[in-house]
């Protein structure tokens, strides 16, 4: 069964790996923990995430095989389906350099479970913003996953992770045109660029009972959850959301309701404790993860693990606005 992708919030799900046998503290962990992996997707999801993103960036997704990739999708998809929670549909990061690497991984994904593939433009590519021959060259790269995909596309434009290369309106209205491109997520942060793009796409309105068609506009960052609605997004795909799930489903649906003046101000609280969040990137995510849930671990090398100190300067940055995330109820 393949899920159809509805508007709301997307959680791109940690990666979660045992302990390595050596634990000297610049050892990288070993194998996949499929318990761990299953216990966080079910979380999510009765928090009220509308689906969850297997192997993002904020799943450590580069630093995974591919046999891995395939059964971070197959641990998710069975521990949903195994708890009733089998309508909330997978969307799997399946990103490579090339079009055949891309498409051997979304072949993959699709078996494990997924119901869509997110694509980031090529890292060896990049370019920078203007479009060019490499923007050229990316373009093409998309039309020709796209046209072999065994899932529908959601395009992953985030300059940070693809050597700077911005995917511009134009780009995105091009390629928005293929019938197997569904969507974006928008991690550049262009409220502007999402706007256009949407006001020539048939715009998509979110709604609360998550119903929608055509193309899928998603804010990347959960700082911009509210303004995204209000140009016509259709949600969110936000790492934030592994933390503060039922925060981040809060601030959408009172943007997609009209309860602007609340949207605002609980938008202003997640925009601060998200940044806390952000600027220390994988190993803060999986320390708060471990402090408050008893699990995270240690991310892959080359990425260190957040030093004492550190963490618990995080711990007591977003320590009022944790005891705010638990005090909401979850809703499935």
Same mark, same amino acid.
């Given at each position: 069964?393949?899920?159809? &992708? ?11 790996? &045992? ?17 761990? %992996? ?7 999801? +009765? !928090? ?25 999708? +197959? ?70 996953? !796209? ?33 197997? %491109? ?128 550190? !963490? ?21």
């Amino acid at each position: 069964m393949t899920r159809t &992708l509805v508007a709301g919030i997307y959680a791109p799900t940690q990666t979660f790996f &045992l302990p390595a046998a050596n634990t000297a503290s610049n050892q990288t962990p070993g194998a996949l923990d499929a318990a761990t %992996i299953a216990k966080h997707a079910i979380r999510l999801a +009765k !928090a009220g995430c509308t689906g969850l993103v297997c192997n993002g960036s904020n799943g450590e997704a580069a630093l995974l095989t591919a046999e891995e990739r395939a059964q971070v999708v +197959k641990i998710t998809r069975e521990a949903l389906d195994a708890t009733g929670l089998d309508k909330v549909p997978i969307i799997a990061g399946t990103s490579a350099n090339s079009v055949a690497d891309t498409l051997a991984l979304t072949r993959d994904a699709a078996a494990a479970g997924a119901d869509a593939v997110l694509v980031l433009s090529p890292t060896f590519v990049g370019g920078g913003i203007g479009m060019g021959p490499a923007g050229a060259g990316i373009e093409r790269f998309y039309q020709l996953v !796209a046209d072999e995909s065994p899932l529908p596309l959601v395009l992953y434009n985030y300059p940070a992770a693809a050597a700077g290369f911005d995917l511009d309106s134009d780009a995105l209205l091009r390629l928005a045109s293929h019938p197997n %491109i569904i969507g974006t997520k928008f991690t550049c942060g262009s409220v502007g660029k999402m706007a256009r793009v949407i006001g020539q796409v048939a715009p998509v309105i979110s709604e609360l009972d998550n119903t929608t068609s055509g193309y899928l506009a998603f804010s990347g960052v959960a700082d911009f959850i509210l303004p995204a609605v209000i140009v016509g997004g259709s949600g969110a795909i936000v790492g934030a959301a592994n933390v503060f799930p039922r925060a981040c489903v809060e601030v959408y649906n009172l943007s997609v309701a009209g309860k602007l003046a609340e949207a605002r101000t609980k938008q202003q609280a997640l925009a601060k404790a998200d940044w806390s969040l952000t600027k220390r990137a994988i190993p803060g995510f999986k320390a708060i993860l471990d402090h408050y849930h008893g699990y995270g671990g240690l991310p892959r090398l080359p990425i260190l693990p957040i030093s004492a100190e550190a !963490a618990a300067e995080l711990y007591e940055e977003i320590g009022e606005y944790m005891k705010y995330e638990q005090s909401l109820p979850d809703v499935a």
